[in-house]
């Protein structure tokens, strides 16, 4: 009886645990949308009463101790930012199935390169053009700010890829520093007419009556202050540079092969113990964004202002999602197919409704496999490329980080520059690879690039509410695309597979068709040089 009494404890903790697991996410969800929510109504509940607040240094101080916790949150946020670049972006790549460096491996991540990179610059027109983080009233702003060539923004860019000390890129950031000349100029006197000599040079006329002579002050070249005069150190982590080395480091050791091994599995452990640090943060943030949300909405003037902006900017995501995910992919598999797209969207459904329900492309895989198995795709093909798909393809990530910078940016005034434009875009990129597939942890990849491009984190708290229901259309996008992924390289990759087919009856002396050649594991040499020849 007392062994019965056990084995039946054991069995309901089991299922009290596999309930916990199964909702665990749900709850922090709520928890997060409920924190949200309690943080807009206290923070209207303020607003008036912070306003009328007569001394700034009472309102100033009572709004930072409303954010306080909120302030705290973001530190810890801010303070896994660099090791969790090292740990995504390394083992996403290192531990990479080595046949994704051959022929069809590379098929896939070309494709998966073109279509992130075409998400993040997509939303960047539809925010560029819509505008939804447009200042209403002037910003106030402290100091003049420093103007910069584009050229020097550009190179400036091109420094930060290639830092010259990775330790040194961790905490300190370089940008060109300019010098001021005060230009040249060239005097002279004159008895010619004054009239004749501002028509043809710039300058300066000293006339002198009694003597009848002018003396003319002529400019050789301008002053400036945007004379390069070599770079200046600033405070920040050059994010850009790191996760360059990462990218090309996580490469170089899923090329190594054994001897890479001990090296592969400590940054995927250290990946693992990173994600589970993430995750205890996470369990902090409905406490956190209360507190930043409420701060947030207190201190504005005009809060149906700020309702109508974040409204304009959940419609800008959500509509460039949706041209990408409705027209984008499906021209790209219509062009590499010649197949109806949208019929394959429909056989795709059910993966497609379960990656918008459960918010998470990992755990939407199995799924996604068996839709894309049922459809057509090659089983090989599938479970080859989307677990790969799901690591390193982010497309609505890409998307939601370069609408995020620029709506920020709009709000805080800063101009457009084209470096900016450029290093959003290739920040949102690079950062989506390897992002973890964690619901409700999507807004950790948007304070790496705020900070990569020097805008203020704080101002995210705007999108916090909202950012719940975004987090389930890119999923969607983001398993979309791994499978449209699956469906062009399954098509372009015919004459592979049919190869492999024969090399493995050849060597195993299965006859085509047969049960067992349905199912027959790429392990031979052969079938795995296929797997990795060059273009």
Known sequence: MAALRDCSNFSCKSCLLTIFRKFKSDLLLAFIILGAVLGFVIGAIINKPI???????????????????????????????????????????????????????????????????????????????IRPG????????????????????????????????????CFIQYKTKYAYDPGKYMSYNTTENITSITSRVTTTIISNGTHNI????????????????????????????????????????????????????????????VMRLVMIIMWLSPIGICSIVAAKVGEM????????????????????????????????????????????????????????????????????????????????????VLPLGATVNMDGGALFESCVVIFIAQINGVPMEAAFLFNTVLMAAAISVGAAGIPSAGFIYPVIVLQSVGLPVEDLALVLPIEWLLDRFRTTVNVWGDAVGAGIVNHMSKADLVAMDALQMEQGHVSPGSPSSDHLMITHKDADDLMTTEF
């Not at 009233?137 to 923004?153: C, F, H």
């Not at 050059?238 to 490469?251: D, E, Q, T």
């Open 51 to 129: 306003e009328q607040i007569l001394t700034p240094e009472d309102r100033k101080t009572t709004i930072m101790l409303i954010g306080f916790p909120g302030e705290l949150f973001m530190n810890m946020l801010k303070l896994v930012i660099l090791p969790l670049i090292v740990a995504s972006l390394i083992s996403a790549l290192a531990c990479m199935d080595p046949k994704a460096t051959g022929k069809i491996g590379r098929r896939v991540l070309l494709f998966y390169f073109l279509t992130t990179i075409s998400a993040a610059i997509l939303g960047l027109i539809l925010v560029l053009a």
């Open 134 to 169: 447009r200042v209403v009233k002037p910003v106030e702003k402290q100091g003049q700010p420093v103007s910069y060539r584009t050229m020097d923004s550009f190179l400036d860019l091109l420094r930060s890829l290639f830092p010259n000390n990775i330790v040194e890129a």
């Open 214 to 273: 002018t003396t003319v002050v002529k400019e050789v070249y301008p002053p400036s202050n945007l004379i390069p005069s070599g770079r200046q150190a600033s405070s920040g982590t050059n994010v850009l540079g790191i996760a360059m080395f990462c990218l090309v480091f996580g490469i170089i050791l899923s090329r190594m092969g054994a001897k890479a091994e001990p090296l592969r599995a400590f940054f995927c452990s250290l990946n693992d113990a």
């Open 301 to 384: 003037g005009d809060i149906v202002g700020v309702l109508s902006m974040v409204g304009y900017f959940m419609l800008t995501v959500i509509s460039s999602i949706l041209i990408h995910g409705l027209f984008v992919l499906p021209l790209m598999y219509f062009v590499m197919t010649r197949k109806n797209p949208y019929k394959f969207m429909l056989g795709m459904g059910d993966a497609l409704v379960t990656a918008f329900g459960i918010s998470s492309s990992s755990a939407t895989l199995p799924t996604t496999i068996r839709c894309a198995e049922e459809t057509g795709v090659d089983e090989r093909i599938a479970k080859f």
